[in-house]
């Protein structure tokens, strides 16, 4: 199990279980003693097959949802030492859920994306500049601002509603299958928007996925959830390199990867430790320049 330091993780579980229907014949217990730290600053994804506890994890990370046992904490300090401070999480800890565009309700696409700001008690001049840079981050043209959210394209309405959580400006933002759905262009534009709005305010983001690919370009990290535990934690190289240990548990790897091992396995001479596109067409560029030059000696 990773090492968890207060210092290292904005959101840290220790010994956590979580239980459905408890007391009832439909009991089902979706997190078995679970201990994993989420990085500050770090694009984190979450995969695992469906039951694995993946969206149960992320709703304790905001206190949704309150484990049975076990300490949910953030920046060190235990979510729920104080109930009553819960919503203060909740602004700190933003969560998407999976197709979150059902969840817009306003007249316009203004009011949607300000009605958190606005409950946290920004004045007006606060809010329209966090509407306004949202948007920008989403890839909104702001002269959607007026538009009724359910006049939008279904790519706009997600956008929309995840510019609603970041217009609160959560030190962690949690997404639970944000690109569910979309075509490729769709799922470019949502995870790129992400990855740059990451890279640009240096806040902490989780990912949950089904998609390897998705996760091999814009994770830094991953956590890997079998039957409700935690089953591996590191970087994407670490766990893409673990072929065989996904697979048994009804995972996959990326297919440019499964395409490298492929390769290596007919004799060509690449490194296996390869998990997207770019870092294959770079090999295969570097083992032509190598044949080039070897062939003129």
């Known amino acids: 199990m990773t090492d968890t330091s207060s210092s290292k993780y904005i959101i840290e579980l220790q010994n956590v279980n979580f239980v459905y229907g408890e007391g009832t014949p439909f009991r089902s ?6 201990s994993v730290g989420i990085e500050r600053g770090t694009v984190t994804g979450i995969i695992g097959h469906t039951g694995s506890g993946k969206s149960t994890l992320v709703q304790l990370f905001n206190g949704l949802i309150k484990p049975q046992s076990g300490t949910v904490m953030l920046d060190g300090r235990d979510i729920w030492a104080d109930p009553k401070k819960i919503g203060e999480v ?3 800890v933003g969560l998407v859920f999976q197709y979150p565009e059902y969840q817009l309700f306003e007249e316009t696409v203004r009011r949607d994306i300000a009605f958190g700001p606005r409950n946290m008690g920004l004045s007006e001049d606060e809010i329209e500049r966090r509407v306004s840079e949202a948007m920008t981050f989403v890839g909104l043209d702001e002269k959607l601002l007026d538009a009724s959210p359910f006049e ?6 997600r956008r929309v509603a995840i510019a609603g959580v970041i217009a609160m400006e959560p030190e962690v933002l949690v997404l ?3 690109a569910a759905g ?9 995870l790129g928007g992400i990855w740059s709005y990451q890279r640009r305010k240096r806040s902490t983001v989780v ?10 370009r814009f994770c830094d ?7 409700g535990r935690v089953s591996m934690t590191g970087t994407c190289s670490e766990i893409f390199r673990h072929a065989d240990m996904l697979t048994e548990i009804g995972l996959d790897i990326p297919q440019i990867t499964r395409l490298v091992l492929a390769l290596r396995a007919r004799g060509v001479d690449i490194d296996t430790d390869i998990y997207t596109v770019e870092q294959a067409k770079a090999a295969t560029e570097q083992i032509i320049k190598n044949k080039r030059s070897g062939s003129k000696c």
């Open 29 to 34: 217990e979706a997190l078995v003693d679970v």
């Open 90 to 92: 909740r602004f700190r």
């Open 152 to 157: 939008l394209s279904g790519g706009q309405k």
């Open 176 to 178: 639970d299958e944000p």
């Open 182 to 190: 979309l075509d490729p262009m769709g799922r470019e534009e949502i």
């Open 207 to 216: 990912i949950v996925s089904h998609s390897m690919e998705d996760m091999a």
């Open 221 to 227: 990290r991953l956590v890997v959830m079998c039957g």
